[in-house]
């Protein structure tokens, strides 16, 4: 499993209820049923992915997330997981405020532009930089909306969403991937 | 069709106090059952049929001798392991298989009740099946599911007893009757109207059925079964055993003859009567009027675990219809589950082998099954 999934799954509490937005093939919200709780759904997007959700015997509501979250009650999950999946949005500034109004807690993770190596890439290579995280050329990237993770930071302050920010300059530069915790 | 008689049937005696104001009682519910009931009692699956269906749903149907109508599902070693679950299927009432239906005898006039029958509803529908509950001494149900009207009888059968099953799968099919489908259905009762033999629906005092209207009926309604994609690929322009048209009006297309054929196997298997009645029960349907428009007020009193099921090329139960049950239940943050499978066969796709469903119900009830034997422990 991703390491990334492992430090998600030890972000949620036992027993706790979850919805995981954009679950892809089911592997995360798996480990999380197995170990963390069995109060979990997810909602995808591809029929080839639903198909693998349902075979791991996961429940899953085949749906848009742009478009379906509305239809969940203000704050009926404990946590809403997003997956990497932010930056590809039409509307990332929708999909949050509604990750938060249908969640208590959202877990949220973004590939980082800022990155040291997507930096060094774009400034001596002067190309889009491609990374294990960011493995497609701009014009098949299914990324819409990239930030770093300064940016996402600084855009939860402004919009007085909790978010923890601490080593902030360090993070930015060190990490390919943010992971976070907020809340409003 | 002496062998209907001989088919199991369970004899309610309570009184059943219909949607149209009239009551029954003392009536047959006909009956068929797969696998064994264990003895916990909690792997009894209740199955709902369409229209056209009845309680043969697995193995083979011994008054046609043809395959059950879900035989690709229900079965030893199937989707629905009937090795491990316990699967009960019964007529609908206002059905020709043996249930409580128009061809049955009025006995306030010793001759069958025809058009005399009282009018049903899908609530008279499962409101009587309800009893088949008491009959085998089960508390509470592992699922009830079905596609089509069988859908519609899931959705009423879990706001009737929202307590009454664990999980519930609702396939193709919608909580109010569009008019589309109620003009559809229109049609097929016209066409049997429409029919010299029919005769006000007393065509049994003549010896006589009204057999090319019930085949048209049923010619027209197979097209809405199907897709536009699938028909032309199995059928496309292709020519019935000539070689070049014959500029008349038998069935110069494979297409032709095909609705023909299904209209003549149905007439002999089918009444004309229960036709009618039972698709009127599918017109009335409207789960959300009972609720005062408000669907998810249906679903509040339930713990029941959904899983709804729609197929791409369903153009009479299209999924936007099976999406809006959806949302009124994850709006009362009810457990819902939802796939739309791929499949150019229509809405037919739930009765035939479509690989992506069956697997879908299959990995559905065995993981819900072994969670609540989990919870238990």
Redesign the interface.
């Known amino acids: 499993m991703k390491k990334e999934f492992n430090i998600i799954a030890n972000l949620v509490e036992k027993k706790s209820k979850v919805l995981d937005v954009g679950c892809g093939d089911g592997e995360l919200m798996k480990y999380i049923n197995e170990n963390i709780t069995n109060d979990i759904r997810g909602l995808e997007i591809s029929k080839n992915n639903v198909q693998k959700c349902v075979a791991k015997g996961l429940t899953v509501i085949e749906g848009d997330a742009e478009k379906d979250l509305k239809q969940f009650p203000k704050s009926s999950f404990d946590y809403v997981i997003l997956s990497q999946t932010l930056q590809a949005f039409l509307d990332p500034e929708n999909v949050i405020s509604e990750l938060l109004r249908v969640g208590k807690k959202a877990i949220v993770t973004i590939p980082n532009f800022g990155y040291w190596k997507v930096r060094i890439h774009l400034l001596f290579r002067g190309t889009m930089p491609i990374t294990k995280d960011l493995p497609n050329e701009w014009y098949n990237t299914p990324n819409l909306h990239m930030c770093t993770i300064k940016d996402f930071v600084n855009y939860c302050n402004k919009k007085n969403i909790k978010i923890n920010s601490k080593n902030l300059s360090y993070k930015n530069l060190f990490s390919q991937l943010g992971i976070f915790v907020i809340e409003k | 069709m002496n062998d209907i008689k001989k088919v199991k049937k369970l004899i309610i005696d309570k009184p059943l106090k219909l949607d149209c104001g009239q009551t029954i009682s003392n009536f047959p519910l006909a009956y068929e059952t797969y696998g064994k009931l264990n003895d916990k009692k909690d792997n009894a699956i209740l199955a709902f049929h369409a229209l056209t269906g009845d309680q043969f749903a697995s193995g083979v149907n011994p008054i046609t001798n043809k395959e059950g109508w879900w035989n690709y599902l229900i079965g030893p070693d199937k989707a629905i392991d009937t090795k491990k679950y316990f699967v009960i299927c019964a007529n609908v009432i206002g059905g020709c298989m043996g249930s409580y239906g128009p061809s049955n005898i009025n006995p306030k006039t010793n001759k069958n009740f025809g058009t005399e029958f009282p009018v049903l509803t899908i609530n008279d529908m499962v409101n009587a099946q309800y009893h088949l509950l008491e009959f085998f001494k089960i508390e509470k149900l592992f699922s009830v599911l079905g596609g089509s009207m069988g859908g519609m009888q899931v959705l009423q059968f879990v706001s009737n007893f929202p307590n009454k099953s664990e999980t519930a799968i609702p396939i193709a099919c919608t909580h109010s009757h569009s008019a589309q489908n109620i003009a559809l259905n229109e049609l097929g009762r016209q066409s049997i109207m429409a029919d010299h033999n029919w005769a006000n629906g007393f065509y049994e005092e003549n010896n006589k059925t009204p057999a090319k209207g019930l085949a048209v009926a049923r010619m027209a309604a197979h097209i809405t079964y199907l897709s536009k994609k699938g028909l032309q690929e199995k059928f496309g322009r292709k020519l019935q055993e000539r070689d070049d048209l014959k500029f008349g009006f038998d069935a110069d297309f494979q297409i032709e003859s095909y609705l023909r054929h299904q209209g003549s196997v149905f007439v002999d298997r089918f009444d004309a009567n229960s036709y009618l009645y039972i698709t009127r029960a599918m017109d009335y349907f409207d789960l959300s009027k009972q609720f005062d428009g408000n669907l998810s007020k249906a679903f509040e009193k339930t713990n029941t675990?959904f899983?709804i099921i729609s197929f791409t090329s369903d153009w009479l139960y299209p999924t936007s219809e099976n999406?809006e049950i959806?949302?009124a239940l994850?709006?009362?943050?009810k457990?819902?589950?939802?796939?739309?499978i791929?499949s150019d066969k229509g809405h037919d796709s739930f009765l035939l082998n479509v690989p992506?469903f069956l697997?879908?119900i299959k990995?559905?009830l065995?993981?819900s099954y072994?969670?609540k034997n989990e919870k238990r422990i």
């Not at chain 2, 994850?330 to 943050?333: L, Q, R």
């Not at chain 2, 457990?335 to 739309?340: Q, T």
């Open positions: 675990k899983f999406r959806v949302i994850n709006s009362i943050g457990d819902v589950g939802f796939v739309e791929t992506d697997n879908t990995n559905f065995n993981t072994n969670k």
